[in-house]
């Protein structure tokens, strides 16, 4: 390093460094009250892929984790401080949101991060908080950064994991001596739904016909279809998620797949449901973290269901809009139980935490910090059953949360 | 293997390779006739799935979403040749590539702003839903209209280009536009068209692939990538390349699908790959020339 010992002071300082810094140093005069504000609020990283193909549902996530702050900021904040949501655009690309990560501690100084989609923005996000010490909550349903090897006591994961929602979807659609096929996404989401699926089938007793892989973000699945008939399944399992999702229902509807086979997906997408009209989702059974017809079951669901309503023109919250509000909001229930932002304190709080935000009881894990939550099985409906334009699913199960949904912490690598 | 897994396997990638066709079809001869790498190619794909959905929903029936939208867009292309693609002719290539790469953008957050970012249900004809037994298994009617429709247009362009009298002038003036000037031709008329009849065949393309895949702002990216890879196979500029190469490529994707479905995307750029190094003209291209 060879610049890096010269003295700064012996820099000379050029003009435009002059005038930067004197304007700045007259604003700060200017506004001494506003300086202060700032630094006062407590600051919340929020990567998302607010461009891309999930799109759709990185903004329902923004709506929600707006809504968490806004509630808590409307009662007055966190111990007389001002919460801020900073959202920054991961583009569902790992190095993009280390960047951005990376910019939101040292720059922006925010106090903790939530957010993410993708498995493997998770994971780049998770090295640079656990690289500097800041607490992170995933709401990405991928859940690697729970096993030993990448986790560490800022990491928590908020969002359901592959192995509690493929349990619980194979619980319902699978019985003894039923042939099960795949269709899986050929990357890590696909990959952990897969394992779970393959998992569940072996207690169950289901026989595995074929796995077959496809490229993430395609836009064509007519290849796969033949050869997934001539396998002749009881069950296909499609694990892909965002428009692949959509598309890969679409076009195994288009080749008459429903009539020969149950078509069963790890994680139902609202927003794909509504991307792709009810006919073709019409009888699709898959997991769910939270859906809004929930409410006249919960009482946690029908409040959480009214604030957003008030706060989105009537409008419904979708299942990755509730990861948004409960991510953040457990984040904030914690900073208000440890009185301020202080990293070890939050951490402390979150692992005490018992928090009931939009669907029943929750807590984080001790050894892995997996919120234990409850797990929701929906099949879509048909049109004719459809009461309203949101009607878009049945409550099939509704698995109450509990330790034994999860692998156990000796599984994962944590010592107990 | 299963014979008739195949057959089906072949049946599958030619009804892919036919929506390949059709959209590297209308790239391709922008670029043949006029020199103008059309980067818009894809957005304007996706303007007309939104076009051919919107009409659809407002006459009530998919074949005047099908048969206007096609129009209208083409129309909306002539607009954008008249009013800037003109002005950069007999300048670098990279001029309107440029253009049209950045047209694209503003097409997508136009489409993105109006219609939203999620996808929309595009529903397929009612005509068309369901399977037809084949006898050797089933097949999704519609992607078999498709292959038939993509079928009806390719023999009508070549009658239009080879049979009739503005064929003769459209092959002349990709040729040489300088004698056409001389022998009175109005040549920028041509242009005018040729440019129009390429968004249209996009916009066909859009329109087709619509009841296949959900609708959203982004479908036209991936499908620029496509047709520019069958271009590149067939040869730049050329009709014959952009069906062959087309339907090669929809059918090795269908075929590789089989054995290792993870590699169906790749094996597109591995051919294009194998095609530069043995012929880096194309199949059907020309050598020498760039544009």
Same mark, same amino acid.
């Given at each position: 390093m060879p610049k890096s010992g010269s003295n700064p002071f012996r820099q000379k300082i050029s003009r435009r460094a002059a005038l930067a810094g004197l304007s700045a140093s007259a604003a700060m005069l200017a506004m001494p009250r506003l300086g202060r504000a700032a630094d006062e609020t407590i600051r919340i990283g929020f990567p998302t892929p607010l461009t891309g193909p999930f799109a759709a549902e990185a903004r329902d996530q923004v709506k929600c984790a707006e809504l968490a702050v806004k509630l808590v900021n409307d009662k007055g904040g966190i111990a007389g401080r001002k919460v801020e949501l900073l959202v920054r655009d991961d583009k569902l690309n790992a190095g993009e949101a280390a960047t951005r990560t990376l910019e939101l501690i !040292?720059?922006?100084?925010?106090h903790a991060v939530v957010g993410a989609l993708s498995s493997a923005v998770q994971l780049a996000v998770n090295e640079v908080t656990r690289a500097r010490g800041v607490i992170y909550i995933s709401i990405s349903q991928?859940?690697?950064?729970? !096993?030993?090897?990448?986790?560490?006591?800022?990491t928590f994961h908020e969002a359901l994991n592959p192995h509690m929602t493929t349990a619980a979807v194979a619980r319902q659609t699978l019985k003894k001596g039923m042939k099960v096929a795949h269709l899986v996404a050929d990357y890590a989401y696909g990959h952990e739904m897969l394992r779970g699926f393959k998992r569940a089938q072996a207690a169950i007793g289901a026989d595995n016909v074929g796995e077959i892989l496809h490229p993430f973000g395609a836009a064509d699945y007519s290849t796969f279809m033949p050869r997934l008939m001539s396998m002749r399944p009881d069950v296909l399992c499609i694990s892909n998620f965002g428009r692949d999702q959509a598309n890969a229902i679409k076009q195994a509807v288009d080749f008459g797949v429903k009539q020969q086979m149950k078509i069963v997906v790890p994680v139902i997408l609202h927003n794909q449901r509504l991307a792709v009209g009810p006919d073709v989702f019409e009888g699709v059974v898959g997991g769910a973290n939270y859906y809004w017809g929930l409410e006249t079951q919960s009482k946690s669901a029908a409040d959480f269901n009214a604030a957003f309503r008030a706060a989105n023109g009537g409008a419904i919250p979708t299942d990755y809009g509730a990861y948004g509000y409960s991510g953040v909001a457990s984040l904030l229930l914690a900073m208000q139980a440890a009185g301020g932002p202080d990293t070890d304190k939050v951490v402390d709080a979150l692992e005490k935490l018992q928090y009931d935000l939009t669907k029943g009881p929750q807590h984080y894990r001790k050894c892995d910090h997996q919120s234990v939550q409850s797990v929701l099985v929906l099949e879509s409906k048909k049109k004719s059953a459809m009461a309203n334009d949101n009607d878009l699913f049945a409550v099939v199960a509704n698995d109450v949360g509990s330790d034994d949904m999860l692998r156990s912490c000796t599984e994962l690598g944590h010592a107990t | 293997m299963d014979l008739s897994l195949i057959i089906m396997q072949l049946l599958s990638g030619i009804a892919l390779g036919a929506v390949l066709v059709i959209t590297a079809l209308g790239l391709t001869i922008v670029f043949g006739m006029l020199g103008v790498v059309n980067f818009a190619h894809g957005a304007l794909f996706m303007i007309g799935a939104y076009a051919g959905l919107y009409l659809a929903s407002l006459t009530g029936s998919f074949w005047w979403g099908l048969l206007l939208a096609p129009i209208l867009i083409g129309a909306f292309g002539m607009l954008i040749e008249f009013l800037l693609i003109r002005r950069l002719y007999g300048r670098s290539i990279d001029d309107p590539l440029l253009l049209t790469f950045g047209l694209s953008y503003v097409l997508v957050e136009g489409v993105r702003i109006v219609f939203g970012s999620d996808g929309i249900p595009f529903p397929t004809p009612p005509q068309l839903i369901g399977v037809l037994d084949l006898g050797i298994g089933f097949f999704p009617r519609y992607r078999l209209f498709v292959i038939l429709l993509v079928a009806v247009v390719l023999l009508v362009l070549w009658l239009m280009l080879e049979k009739t009298r503005v064929g003769l002038i459209v092959r002349a003036g990709a040729r040489d536009p300088t004698i056409m000037q001389v022998l009175g031709v109005d040549i920028g008329r041509v242009w005018l068209a040729i440019f129009g009849l390429g968004v249209a065949l996009a916009a066909l393309g859009g329109v087709l692939a619509g009841p296949m895949r959900s609708v959203n702002p982004e479908m036209g990216s991936l499908v620029l990538a496509e047709a520019f890879v069958v271009t590149v196979i067939g040869g730049l500029g050329s009709i014959v390349g952009a069906v062959v190469a087309g339907l090669m490529v929809g059918v090795s994707i269908s075929l590789v699908a089989l054995f290792a479905p993870e590699m169906a995307t790749i094996v597109m750029f591995a051919l294009m790959a194998v095609v530069l190094l043995i012929r880096p003209q194309g199949l059907f291209g020309v050598k020498g020339r760039t544009a």
């Open positions: !040292e720059k922006d100084k925010v991928s859940d690697t950064i729970n !096993e030993a090897r990448d986790f560490s006591k800022y | -």
